[in-house]
C-alpha cells in the first residue's frame, strides 16, 4: 500500500474499528508505548442521555516521542489532555476508554493513587503559565513543593535540586531566581519554570497544551529547542496540544488530527505534511497564509459544530467541500492506508474519485 | 501601491512615566516613515517593540511625547480634540480581542449607530446603512439587533470590521487583527480584510507578530525593537533579503509548516530587554549574533540599503538571507489544489 494512494480503497485494505483496534497497530510507529489510549469517550450528561464530547480516541506514544494533538477551538484536544490527567471538570465523564501509562490503567485509580501519578508519572504545562503558577510562592517554594510531594528529600536537598532543574530549563543565575515570584519574571521565564515543574519528578509523560501560544516568536523558538532537548535528555514522552502546524513541523514524531471530537487524521508527522490525505487536514493548509500567493486563502466556511449538534455521518461532513450523501449519513472508520497512516473519510486518499 | 502620501510620521517619540518612580519606559523612540494611499504597511516586532504605542499615536488614541504626526500635509500631533474629532473620522482602527472591544450591553445595531450618530449621520438613514455595513462584512443584516455574546469570535471581529467602517474612513489602523482567531477563521478574516480594502480604496496598517500573515498581506512591512525601526522596506525584500540581523531572526524563528527544522545554533538567545533602560549603541546588540565592539558603543543610522529600503545596522551588509521556502511536495500540492478548487466560491 505505501506510496500509492490512486483510487478508491479497494478490497482487502485493512479496515480497523478504532475502539477495537489492537494494541500493536495503534502507533503509526508500532512501538512499546508509554502511554497507549483506546476508546477513550468523554461525555456531559444531558436529560437526553450523553453527549459525546470526544468520541473512542485512540493513539499511543513510544517513549521519548512527540504527538501532536492539531485541531480548532472546540475539536477536543484539551479536554483530552485533561481526561488523561482526570482532571475533568466535574460536569463531564470518561464514559469509555482506557489510559494506559506504562501498564498501570489510570482510569481504575483511586484519587489518592492518581495524585501519585500526577507530576511523577504524567504532568502537564499549560499554555498561560501566569494562571498556572501561584502568585504568593516563590518559585523555588513551588518546585521544592512539586519535588518533596513525590520524593523525600531534605529541605536543602530539595532546594539544591530545584537550582538544578532551573538550571537544565536555561535560567540564568538560578539560585537567584529561586527566590522571585511568578510577576517578576517574563513570559518566556514562567514557561521555563513550568517546564522545570513539570519535569521535577521525572515523568514518562510531559503533556503541553499550547505552550508557547501566548509567547513572542524568538522566545518559542527557543522553548520548543529546550523541550527537544529535554525529550531527548529524560525520555519523557511528550503530548504537544497545538493549533499551529508550524509548530507540529517543528516538534511532532506524530500527529493526530481532531475535530469534532474525533479523529480525522492520525499518522506519523512526515506524512501528513507529504501526503495529507483528509479534507479537514489540507483544509487547515490551504487556510494557512504561505507567503507563496497572495491569492485568497481558502476557507473551510462555518464553525465546529457544537456538541449535541453533530452530524450523523461524518463529523466533518457539514463543512466539506467534497462530502456526499454517504458522508453525511454514515461515519466513516479511521482506516489504516499503510505504515500505520490511518484516516477517517470515506474518500481518502482525497483524489480518489466519488460516486 | 500608489505613491501618494498619506501620512508623515517623524521622529515620533512616546515615553511613559512609571508611577511611583522616575523610570520612563520608551515605548516608541525616535521613528520616522511614510504611509502611502493605499497599501497595506505592516508594523511587526514583539512583545516591547513598541508596536502597538505606534498604531495608537498613528490615531491619537495617545499624546505624543515629541514628533510629528502629519495627514495630508497638516501636523496632527497636537490638535485639540474638537479638531481631531472631524479627522478620526478619516482614520478608524480594529483592535485584537473582538471579545473586550465591542460592549456587551449593546446590540451591534446600537454599537454601529452610536459611530454613525457621532460622526452625524441622520438617524433616519442609519438602519440602511447599518444594513450595508454588515453585508458588506458577510454578517446577514437581520442579525443586527442581536448582542455581541450572541456571535463567534470570527464574527465579533466582523463587527469590529464594520463599526471601523461605518464612518468611510480612509485608513484602518488593525492592532493584531487576527491573532485571536482560529485558522479557518483568521482564513476568513484575512480574506475579508483584503476585498474590503481593494474594494474601498483603503490605506491598512497592521500591527502584528506573524510573519506569515505579513507575508500575505503587506505591501511593506517595518520591523520595530525597543521603540525603534530597524528595517523597512517592500515585504519582498525584507522576507528574501532582510538588511537587520533581527529581521533575519523573527523569519528564521517563525514556525514554517514548508521548512525543514532550523538548526539550533540559528536559536536567537535572550530577550527582549526592558524598555525602561534599553542597551547603549545599537539596541539589539544585547541579543546580536553579529555584534561587535561598535555595537554598544554607536546607534546605527537607518540608512538605505536599496531604492525604499532601509535598515539601521553597522553591519547591514553582512546580513545573510534566510533559506527561503522549501518547495512543497508534489503529493501536498496536488491535494491542496484540490481541496482549494473544492472550496472556491465557497467563503463566508
Redesign the interface.
Known amino acids: 500500500m505505501a506510496g500509492t ?1 490512486v483510487g478508491r480503497p479497494q478490497e482487502g485494505v485493512l479496515m480497523v474499528e478504532t475502539q477495537a483496534s489492537g494494541a500493536s497497530s495503534s502507533s503509526p510507529l508500532n512501538e512499546k508505548a508509554a502511554l497507549a489510549v483506546r476508546g477513550l469517550t468523554i461525555s456531559i450528561p444531558t436529560a437526553r442521555g450523553p453527549l459525546h464530547l470526544v468520541e473512542k480516541l485512540d493513539f499511543s506514544i513510544a517513549p521519548g516521542k512527540t504527538l501532536c494533538i492539531v485541531g ?2 472546540g475539536s477536543g484536544k484539551s479536554i483530552t489532555a485533561l481526561a488523561l490527567m482526570r482532571l475533568l471538570h466535574n460536569a463531564l465523564d470518561i464514559t469509555a476508554g482506557t489510559v494506559d501509562l506504562n501498564g498501570t490503567e489510570l482510569l481504575g485509580l483511586s484519587n489518592k493513587e492518581m495524585r501519585k501519578v500526577r507530576g511523577a508519572g504524567m504532568s502537564m504545562i499549560f499554555q498561560e503559565p501566569m494562571t498556572s503558577l501561584n502568585p504568593a510562592y516563590t518559585v523555588g517554594n513551588q518546585i521544592v513543593e512539586a519535588i518533596t510531594t513525590h520524593r523525600s528529600l531534605s529541605a536543602e536537598a530539595a532546594r539544591t535540586e530545584a537550582v538544578r532543574l532551573l538550571r537544565e530549563v536555561n535560567i540564568p543565575a538560578p539560585e537567584q531566581r529561586l527566590d522571585a515570584y511568578p510577576h517578576q519574571l ?4 514562567r514557561q521555563r519554570v513550568m517546564i522545570a515543574l513539570a519535569l521535577a519528578n521525572n515523568p514518562s509523560v510531559l503533556i503541553a497544551d499550547e505552550p508557547t501560544t501566548a509567547l ?7 522553548i ?2 529546550l523541550m527537544r532537548n529535554l525529550r531527548s535528555r529524560y525520555g519523557a514522552s511528550v503530548i504537544f496540544i497545538t ?8 516538534i511532532a514524531d506524530d500527529v493526530l488530527v481532531l475535530y469534532a471530537g474525533r479523529v480525522m487524521e492520525y499518522a506519523r508527522a512526515q506524512d501528513i ?5 483528509h ?1 479537514y487536514t ?11 500567493s ?1 491569492e ?6 462555518g ?1 465546529v459544530p457544537m456538541v449535541g449538534q453533530f452530524p450523523k455521518g461524518c463529523r466533518f461532513s457539514t463543512r466539506c ?2 462530502a456526499t450523501e454517504k458522508c453525511r449519513m454514515e461515519q466513516p472508520l479511521l482506516e489504516d492506508f499503510g505504515k500505520g497512516h490511518r484516516v477517517a473519510c470515506w474518500y481518502a ?3 480518489s474519485t466519488r460516486p | 501601491m500608489s505613491d501618494m502620501l498619506f501620512m508623515n510620521v517623524h521622529d515620533l517619540v512616546k515615553h511613559f512615566k512609571v508611577a511611583n518612580s522616575s523610570d520612563v519606559v520608551h515605548a516608541v523612540d525616535g521613528v520616522s516613515f511614510s504611509i502611502y494611499r493605499n497599501e497595506t504597511l505592516a508594523v511587526v516586532g514583539e512583545s516591547g517593540s513598541g508596536k502597538t504605542t505606534l498604531g495608537r499615536l498613528l490615531i491619537r488614541l495617545v499624546e505624543p511625547t515629541s514628533g510629528a504626526i502629519e495627514l495630508d500635509g497638516q501636523d496632527i500631533s497636537n490638535l485639540s480634540d474638537a479638531r481631531m474629532k472631524p479627522l478620526r473620522r478619516r482614520i478608524q482602527m480594529i483592535f485584537q480581542d473582538p471579545y473586550s472591544s465591542l460592549d456587551p450591553r449593546m446590540s451591534v445595531e446600537q454599537t454601529l449607530g452610536e459611530a454613525l450618530a457621532i460622526h452625524g449621520l441622520a438617524k433616519h438613514s442609519r438602519k440602511e446603512r447599518i444594513a450595508e455595513l454588515l453585508t458588506l462584512v458577510g454578517l446577514d443584516p437581520s442579525l443586527a439587533g442581536r448582542f455581541p455574546h450572541q456571535f463567534s469570535g470570527g464574527q465579533r471581529q466582523r463587527i469590529g470590521i464594520a463599526r471601523a467602517l461605518s464612518v468611510e474612513p480612509e485608513m484602518i489602523v488593525g492592532d493584531e487583527p487576527v491573532s485571536a482567531l482560529d485558522v479557518s477563521v483568521r482564513a476568513q478574516v484575512l480574506n475579508l480584510l483584503s476585498d474590503i480594502r481593494a474594494r474601498l480604496g483603503l490605506t491598512f496598517v497592521m500591527i502584528t507578530h506573524d510573519l506569515g500573515v505579513v507575508r500575505h498581506s503587506a505591501d511593506r512591512i517595518i520591523v520595530l525593537y525597543l521603540g525603534k525601526i530597524v528595517e523597512i522596506g517592500a515585504a519582498d525584500d525584507v522576507f528574501t533579503q532582510p538588511r537587520h540581523p533581527y529581521t533575519r531572526a523573527l523569519i528564521k524563528a517563525t514556525p514554517d509548516p514548508f521548512r525543514l527544522r532550523r538548526e539550533a545554533t540559528e536559536i536567537l538567545g535572550g530577550e527582549v530587554p526592558s524598555p525602561i533602560a534599553p542597551p547603549s549603541g545599537c539596541r539589539f546588540h544585547t541579543r546580536c549574533p553579529m555584534a561587535r565592539d561598535i555595537c554598544s558603543k554607536e546607534e546605527p543610522a537607518l540608512e538605505t540599503r536599496k531604492p525604499r529600503h532601509l535598515s539601521a545596522c553597522h553591519f547591514a551588509h553582512e546580513v545573510v538571507p534566510p533559506i527561503s521556502q522549501e518547495p512543497p511536495p508534489r503529493l501536498y500540492q496536488q491535494r491542496l489544489d484540490i481541496i482549494r478548487a473544492a472550496y472556491a466560491g465557497k467563503d463566508t
Open positions: 494512494f480548532e477551538s517574563s513570559g518566556g521565564m513572542d516568536v524568538t522566545v518559542q523558538a527557543q520548543l529547542e493549533h499551529d502546524l508550524g509548530v507540529v513541523r517543528e505534511f507529504e501526503n495529507p490525505q479534507p489540507l483544509g487547515l493548509f490551504a487556510a494557512l497564509p504561505n507567503g507563496r497572495r485568497p486563502l481558502t476557507v473551510i466556511p464553525l467541500a467534497l486518499p482525497i483524489e
